[in-house]
T-cell receptor, first 115, second 112 residues
């Protein structure tokens, strides 16, 4: 299967701990996105990479959040000093290029629970 | 990004055609209209995208009137497996990140 994969699928952590999630996009896709989704809401944009460059960040992405995409392949999203409000599903998506920008392929998400 | 308005929920019986209408009164000239589907515990899945008139693929049809201030997603002969949340999004096709702005979507429940 060559879809978008995310690991881990579930993460339970205690408040104040750091967590890191990984996303492996579809191999030929140069654009990668992170979104966050809470219960009953649609996904909210967090950040965007084109190849290895992080080109856009949402105001939702506080200083405790950092994302990387070394070599333009997989990406990681780290949350430092987690808070209960960080509990959500973190979704990764990738897309091919400008013309297909709105056809994004989503992974299954990582469900984070902060206790 | 243009704001969209769509019904919060809809019910339909199996085998019926379902039409979900989305309003986007302030759609810009370059904006495309895109629909996504999301099942529980899964990420959203692209269904269809259009700019004007009608677009059809193997899954759905998208009807867009001339003024483009609304659009209708049509699902033919729905089955129980079509129970999901459907999101309508509008956005431009120019240079940019193509970040998707989701609303709350329409929760479609298909009844046997």
């Amino acid at each position: 299967d060559t879809g978008v994969s995310q690991n881990p699928r579930h993460k339970i952590t205690k408040r104040g701990q750091n967590v890191t999630f990984r996303c492996d996009p579809i191999s030929e896709h140069n654009r990668l996105y992170w979104y966050r989704q809470t219960l009953g809401q649609g996904p909210e944009f967090l950040t965007y990479f084109q190849n290895e460059a992080q080109l856009e960040k949402s105001r939702l992405l506080s200083d405790r959040f950092s994302a990387e995409r070394p070599k333009g392949s997989f990406s990681t999203l780290e949350i430092q000093r987690t808070e209960q409000g960080d509990s959500a599903i973190y979704l990764c998506a990738s897309s091919l290029g400008a013309r297909e920008g709105y056809e994004q392929y989503f992974g299954p998400g990582t469900r984070l629970t902060v206790t | 990004l243009a704001k969209t308005t769509q019904p919060i929920s809809m019910d339909s019986y199996e085998g019926q055609e379902v039409n979900i209408t989305c309003s986007h009164n302030n759609i810009a000239t370059n904006d495309y209209i895109t629909w996504y589907q999301q099942f529980p515990s899964q990420g959203p899945r692209f269904i269809i995208q259009g700019y004007k008139t009608k677009v059809t693929n193997e899954v759905a049809s998208l009807f867009i009137p001339a003024d483009r201030k609304s659009s209708t997603l049509s699902l033919p002969r729905v089955s129980l497996s079509d129970t999901a949340v459907y999101y309508c999004l509008v956005g431009g096709s120019g240079a940019g990140s193509y970040q998707l702005t989701f609303g709350k979507g329409t929760k479609l429940s298909v009844i046997p």
